[in-house]
């Protein structure tokens, strides 16, 4: 057992952090002028007139999402293309000038206020590349519209709870590239938003390293300081409407990113928790020809139990069709997905069994763990604990959901789940980190008890949440 390292769990989450953990699974909508034109990567050069969703219902993109789950979504206000989603005052690209509600239409609006009426949060994603507006590449003069755009969004729409601002840079109409003043752009979020977090391409959530829905082994929310340098994450970003880009998978190099052989001689530490994004079809934007593409409900629902339940955020896009409505099998598919995701762990054997830690007189009853959230948990004072959650009949189960007190830091490093039936001692799961929320799946077992062994932590851990499932 490696000796505690009480520098580490020094570093915790700012509230905008939590909460953002706290949401896990939200959706995207990629939705601009490339909707209409087939395109991924829109040119600038687009005609407004292009524009038109006759259909359009937020209420229907909003009511889908839900249905499998998530807690908000984030809109593509404005792509590389430039066009805007909103009637902003600095450009004639945009949808007032589009025929869609007669040069009233605001799309921005209409999905913030269906989210505000469903209960879900909102977010925006306003592209820094801007391969329309003729001031890209001038320096201030680009940033100024920039910001302005941007605190427009800020201002017009109620609560934002995420600002998702991605690092690509390529060349504008005039051919010059733009070099993004970062630090005014996080400034103006955390003046006219300060809950909100800023993602991807911003201080508060870094992007897992690809954007095909795969997941670290063991990912960890405390990390080196210098993940968080905007220009270190534009220089691993997308640079060109490359599909084999969202095929990616993490390399080993990336694969280590916060043990403690990996921060040893790191000097500063922040937390920075990673948001998995991933699209239900194989573009962002809705293509016809992908229509029988989507994503199978068995790889939606790793998808989520290997984000979600590995220490990460889910994004998953849904790209809404030219009329304005998402398409019928996307949406069949949401629903299976949250039907799925309740019939897994909707119900928690947990509550209905005792919950013992093995303490130094032995095993004491615990009842700080049945409870999801962070003012009752159990904080050992050992980097190793044991708990054994038991029943008065035999349970079938095949999953455990695990999280640690984030407020207390990331804790846990290595953890065993073993089975007791008729007296017997079988091990069914072996991990690694906890953080926010593991999820743990085996094959069924029948079992009278089970054991959770956390044998690795860098402190005595905080636990706070033990779930149980069929």
């Known amino acids: ?60 993109w909003i009511q889908a999402v839900k249905a499998a789950g998530m807690k908000g979504a984030i809109l593509t206000c404005k792509h590389h293309d430039g066009f805007c989603l909103w009637p902003s005052k600095y450009t ?23 989210c505000k009426k469903a209960g879900l949060k909102f977010g925006i994603y306003l592209s820094p590349w801007d391969r329309n507006q003729e001031t890209y590449g001038q320096g201030k003069a680009y940033d100024d519209y920039f910001v ?23 060349e504008g109409s005039n051919g010059k590239k733009q070099a993004y003043d970062w630090q005014r752009y996080y400034d103006t979020v955390r003046t006219y938003m300060p809950d909100a977090c800023i993602a991807v391409s911003g201080p508060d959530v870094r992007w897992c390293g690809n954007e095909a ?39 080993s190099t990336e694969e280590d990113l916060g043990s403690r052989q990996r921060l040893v ?25 992908e229509d029988d593409k989507i994503r199978s409900l068995e790889n939606l629902m790793d998808i989520y139990e290997k984000s979600v339940g590995g220490n990460t955020t889910l994004l998953l896009n849904v790209p809404p069709m030219p009329n304005g409505l998402l398409h019928e099998k996307d949406v069949k598919r949401l629903e299976e ?17 005792e919950i013992q830690v093995k303490e130094e007189n032995g095993w004491t009853v615990v009842d700080s763990l049945q409870k999801d959230d962070y003012e009752t948990y159990y904080q050992g004072k050992s980097p190793k604990a044991e708990f054994k959650i038991s029943w008065n009949a035999p349970q079938k189960i095949s999953a455990v959901i695990l999280k640690e007190n984030i407020l207390k830091s990331q804790r846990v490093e290595a953890f065993e789940i ?26 069924q077992v029948e079992s009278d008890a089970l054991i959770i062994r956390i044998s690795d932590s860098r402190v005595g851990p905080a636990l706070s949440f033990i779930g149980i499932y069929e």
């Open 213 to 251: 829905g795969d997941t670290r082994t063991s990912e960890w929310s405390v990390v080196p300081a210098d993940l968080s340098l905007a220009e270190r994450v534009a220089a691993f970003s997308q640079h060109s409407d490359d599909p084999s880009f969202r095929q990616r998978v993490i390399s």
């Open 148 to 170: 302005a755009q941007l605190i427009e969004l800020l201002t017009g729409y109620g609560d934002i709870f995420s600002v998702w601002l991605d690092g690509a840079c390529g």
């Open 418 to 443: 073993l089975s007791i039936k008729n007296g017997s001692l079988m091990h069914i799961y072996r991990g690694t980190t906890v953080g926010y929320k593991k999820i743990a799946r085996f094959p």
């Open 265 to 289: 001689r790191e000097q500063h530490l922040i937390w920075y928790p990673a948001e998995v994004d991933v699209s239900i079809r194989p573009g962002w934007f809705y293509h016809p020809e």
């Open 92 to 114: 004639r690209h945009s949808v007032k000038y589009s025929p869609y509600g007669n040069g009233k239409g605001d799309i921005v609006k209409e999905v913030s206020n269906a």
């Open 337 to 353: 997905l949250g039907r799925e995701i309740q019939k897994r762990y909707g119900k928690n054997l947990a509550e209905e069994a």
């Open 1 to 60: 057992m490696k000796q505690p390292d009480e520098r580490l769990i020094k570093i915790i989450p700012s509230d905008r952090q939590v909460m953002v953990q706290n949401t896990e699974f939200y959706a995207f909508f990629h939705f601009t002028v490339n909707t209409f034109t087939g395109t991924e990567w829109g040119y600038g050069t687009e005609s407004t007139e292009i524009f038109n969703p006759d259909q359009m219902d937020a209420n229907q």
